[in-house]
């Protein structure tokens, strides 16, 4: 880095890039691709500058030219730069300093990036090479020779290195196999000859890579393996020649990047556009994001062994007791959904060893309880042979699946992995033996190699290599490929007793603890590409009396039990960052386990339950469900207050209507309904009928409708005042950064705020609790729209924000207007009426590709650039009043005022589907309709005067229904909530911001709003 900062310091341009150059690529990822543009961009200014009017075209045709593939938009504004006599006058470049201070400010975002960049990971620091390295590199490939020998002998007579080692067999005859693991070391006390009388050839003591092993990983040995079962899922054979390629274990690219790369190189879609000029925002955390804040403590009723929480479902929590039980909570109801006790399901088919040992002794504990990936089966490891599998249908129902007598002794450890795209179930046991099952039962693998009880498995994959790393009671790791090779390392691990292994939730990093004999406690991370300790985490106080449990989360936290405390690691400090003893009550070696938003944690407890801890977050996540008391936590945060801001006034207050909290009946028409076998449940006829009891509200069920009427509930924040006349809030957007407010008035004037950051807001992002700034450029300008020539009142308001919140465009009854958001310019205005457009909707891939319903019921697919409709989409029968755009199945979903809804494909805007709301009975198909998916695409909300409703994307079809019977909601804004805070507007057309989640704003001469929990 000190000589990539002195060459950006001294403007060496070319050699900065010539070195750069040397690690990354301008398309290897958006962080390369950023890192490039802020280099050239930072030389195209200094050309602009020095008035250099030459260079400057020069750099923008031949550097700058290939970031027009990824944002045309973008590279334009770049070009207008050459027009102003000063690139100053530019507002986004208005506080361009000297040239100087200018590259510092660009090396800071520029190191910023280097090191967000996975790339060069491992590469900023020139690494530590230990003395024997070289040693060790010529013991690793004596193994590999001495491996492919076709003879190999338990003493090679290895004497020179100038020439490949072979076995010669003796008087022809074939000698025992050795076990040498592919790319390992000998073991304790199997050395080689010397090479010399002077130079002996000692094996190395650093144990072998993690990485290298799996660069043989599929090679072919003569070596038979005596100790592995026949499999049926061999390793593919063309994996040889990708890891041979690419010997590391470690690969950093994730699946995202992967995906934005493929998005970004010319022959493919359009691609979010690049932001123009700030930095990509980074990642960032504090302590406040550890889940220290106990929000309740629940009973199980036995001693906890093992938890796992729901990996999509995150307050889903199973949990395994030491009397077999397990049981499932829901923790935002602080409900148990099902309890199922411990019982053979077969007996005869168990082994008579198993038979003995239970009439011997009847008890039976779980060591183990674990969720499938996709969250449809549970695995149950007994501490007796067995393992169940549970299938798992939502809310509270399961059946049998599987019952194997898997392991003589305890079953150790279960987990799910998929080998060749293959649901298989691995275990581990007191018989020394790891084994892989698949979903009948029968058994795939038998891994043999261990010898000690393997105490822990962690199933994992790089690529396309499907892996099992085990640990073993007497501190050994050792590593398998679903193949007949047999272990690919063996080496110890600190401590060398009980230790568990764990990746972080990318999979990028690989974290282990354990305890030794003596008691002492190791929490470490692994260098896989040296199969060495990369780093020891500290803060372990006392002589533990068993074994210390850990788990990771969010990719930079760790966290593991220990002296009556729950302690907390930021991954790349090896100080203890926090902890806490969740007021008192914890074991001295407390089980733990995060869930997989890292949000919540689950403790146990001595007294034979658990503690469920949360951070704001998981706060937020755990009010939706209306639990049975305030959540202490909840508290100060939702207490009104008001609240300044510097240099505009400011209004806050809650209204004088508001007054507690109140749960609908559950008979209640509002109460939410499931759809079944083509039921409507609008049907029904039943009277409203609510109660209300402040000591002992009713629990709010998902699904369950519940008012927010109480201020402890509620923060308001009234935005300050703007210049022009005060008028009625038609439309209202978040930015889809999060940061700032659009609205839109009946008066056609667009209005933007934004929030700062700073200490009471540090993130920057929209809340209640700080008031926001009116924002305008500098030259004052306003975005007005072409208002409409017939009665105002009579227009259709839409508005939509493009992707990277670049531009707007918007309508009031007159024609489409296009707007700047950096400078508020009209970019350009289309689609003049008679028939006035009433929404609006940007292409996903493409913001030149706008889809623009009209009120004569048709819709236009527009495109900017050449100024054209290129098709007119026809099926409804009154105007359009919803459009939503999914990426991921490539269609659009348009709704009416005939109620009904189309489905559009995006790629020959071809009709797919027509899908009719289903009305109450004598009720007419008419009324205004909105769609909108949510943030992955897979569901739609639908909502309608009668009724609001979430499908299923892909096929279309009704999931859930909410009734509104008697039509004296009037649902005036809705949102599927993807960031904290929303945004509503009440009956007078004033605006207010609520600090909550999942919201339905409706609209009755008290002004309420409803929370909805799916």
């Not at 960032?284 to 929480?309: A, K």
């Amino acid at each position: 880095m000190k000589y990539f900062e002195e060459k950006v310091h001294a403007g060496e341009w070319d050699e900065v890039e010539k070195y750069l150059s040397g690690f990354t690529k301008v398309d290897d990822n958006r962080y390369s691709m950023k890192i490039f543009f802020e280099i050239r961009k930072q030389k195209y200014l200094e050309a602009l500058d020095r008035h250099d009017r030459a260079k400057a075209v020069d750099i923008l045709v031949k550097d700058l030219k290939v970031f027009s593939t990824f944002n045309e938009e973008l590279y334009k504004e770049i070009t207008q730069l050459l027009t102003l006599e000063n690139f100053r006058e530019n507002e986004q470049l208005s506080k361009y300093g000297d040239t100087k201070s200018a590259r510092s400010i660009m090396l800071i975002e520029l190191k910023k990036l280097i090191e967000a960049n996975p790339l060069f990971r491992e590469k900023l620091v020139f690494p530590t090479l230990k003395a024997s390295r070289l040693r060790t590199l010529i013991n690793q490939s004596l193994n590999w020779q001495h491996q492919l020998c076709k003879n190999p002998r338990p003493n090679p007579d290895i004497k020179t290195l100038f020439t490949d080692h072979t076995c010669a067999p003796p008087n022809g005859a074939r000698a025992s196999p050795v076990s040498v693991p592919l790319a390992a070391v000998p073991k304790a006390g199997a050395t080689y000859p010397p090479l010399t009388a002077h130079t002996p050839f000692q094996p190395p003591p650093a144990g072998p890579s993690l990485a290298g092993w799996m660069a043989n990983a599929a090679a072919t040995s003569s070596v038979p393996s005596a100790v592995v079962a026949a499999s049926s899922l061999p390793v593919p054979a063309n994996q040889a020649v990708q890891i041979l390629k690419r010997p590391t274990i470690a690969d950093y690219q994730s699946a995202e990047s992967e995906q934005l790369m493929k998005r970004l190189r010319p022959s493919g879609h359009g691609v979010d556009e690049a932001t123009y000029p700030s930095p990509i925002p980074q990642p960032s955390w504090s302590v406040e994001d550890l889940p220290r804040t106990v929000v309740c403590t629940l009973p199980q009723g036995s001693s906890v062994t093992s938890m796992d929480f729901h990996p999509s479902r995150h307050t889903l929590l199973l949990v395994g007791s030491a009397n077999g039980e397990i049981t499932l909570w829901e923790v935002g109801l602080r409900e148990r959904l099902f309890s199922k006790p411990f019982k053979i399901w077969d007996t005869q088919a168990c082994s008579p060893q198993f038979q003995n040992s239970v009439v011997k002794d009847s008890s039976m504990s779980i060591n183990r309880v674990t969720w499938n990936p996709d969250g449809d089966l549970i695995g149950v490891a007994f501490t007796k042979h067995l393992i169940h599998l549970h299938a798992y249908q939502q809310p509270n129902e399961t059946r049998q699946v599987l019952e194997i007598d898997a392991h003589s002794g305890g079953v150790n450890d279960i987990a799910f992995s998929r080998p060749n795209k293959q649901l298989c179930v691995v275990t581990c046991g007191d018989d020394k033996l790891i084994k892989v099952w698949d979903m009948q039962g029968q058994k795939l693998f038998s891994f043999e190699g261990h010898e000690a009880p393997v105490y822990s498995i962690c199933p994992h994959h790089k690529e396309s290599i499907q892996f099992i790393f085990s640990t073993s009671l007497d501190g050994k790791i050792k590593a398998w490929l679903y193949d007949n090779v047999g272990s690919r390392v063996d080496y110890d691990a600190p401590g060398k007793w009980c230790t568990t292994m764990l990746y972080s939730a990318d999979g990028t990093r690989l974290f282990s603890c354990g305890t030794s004999k003596e008691g002492d406690s190791y929490l470490v991370e692994w260098n896989e590409s040296e199969g060495s300790i990369k780093r020891t985490y500290s803060g372990f106080r006392k002589k533990a009396s068993g074994v210390v449990q850990f788990d990771t989360a969010q990719n930079h936290i760790l966290a593991a039990g220990e002296d009556n405390q729950i302690k907390f690691w930021d991954v790349d400090n090896t100080n203890m960052l926090s902890y806490t003893e969740a007021d008192g009550g914890l074991p001295s070696l407390p089980r733990l386990r995060f869930n997989k938003e890292g949000n919540l944690l689950a403790v146990t407890t001595m007294d034979n339950g658990f503690k469920i801890l949360a951070n704001a977050d998981g706060l937020r996540s755990l009010r939706t469900f209306g639990t049975t008391r305030p959540f202490e936590a909840f508290r100060v945060p939702y207490e009104v207050s008001s609240m300044k801001v510097s240099g505009a006034p400011v209004v806050a207050g809650i209204s004088p209507n508001i007054g507690r909290m109140d749960h609908i009946d559950r008979n209640s028409p509002a109460n939410p309904t499931p759809i079944m076998n083509g039921g409507d449940s609008a049907s029904r006829s039943i009277d409203i009928k609510p109660r209300i009891s402040e000591e002992k509200p009713d629990k709010a069920k998902p699904w369950e409708l519940m008012e927010v009427i109480n201020p402890q509930q509620c923060r308001v924040a009234t935005m300050p005042e703007t210049p022009d006349q005060p008028s009625k809030v038609v439309r209202l957007l978040y930015t889809n950064s999060g940061v700032g407010l659009l609205a839109l008035g009946s008066n056609a004037v667009q209005r933007l705020w934004k929030w700062s950051r700073n200490d009471q807001n540090p993130s920057g992002k929209a809340t209640a609790s700080v008031v926001p700034h009116h924002w305008q450029p500098n030259s004052g300008l306003v975005m007005t729209n072409d208002p409409a020539d017939t009665n105002p009142e009579e227009a259709v308001p839409c508005i939509a924000l493009s992707k990277n919140d670049s531009y707007v465009m918007s309508a009031c009854g007159g024609k489409v207007s296009l707007f700047n958001m950096m400078t508020f310019k009209v970019m350009t205005t289309f689609m003049p009426p008679p028939p006035a457009s009433t929404f609006l909707a940007f292409h996903p891939q493409d913001n030149n590709i706008i889809a623009i319903g009209m009120e004569d019921s048709t819709i236009h697919i527009y495109n900017v650039r050449v100024d054209e409709v290129k098709t007119r989409l026809t099926g409804h029968q009154k105007r359009i009043t919803g459009l939503a755009f999914s990426n991921n199945q490539h269609i659009l979903v348009s709704s009416g005022a005939d109620a009904q809804l189309c489905v559009w494909a995006t790629d020959s805007w071809e009709k797919k589907k027509t899908v009719a709301i289903q009305m109450p009975a004598g009720k007419t198909p008419s009324g205004d309709t909105w769609v909108q998916f949510n943030s992955d695409w897979s569901r739609l909300l639908v909502v309608h005067e009668t009724q609001l409703a979430i499908y299923d994307a892909s096929k279309m079809e009704r999931i859930y229904q909410v009734a509104n019977h008697l039509y004296l909601i009037k649902i005036c804004c809705y949102f599927f909530v993807k960031i904290s805070s929303l945004v509503s507007v009440d009956t007078s057309g004033h605006f207010v911001s609520f600090h909550i989640t999942c919201i339905i704003l409706t609209q009755q001469p008290a002004g309420f709003c409803c929370l909805y929990q799916w």
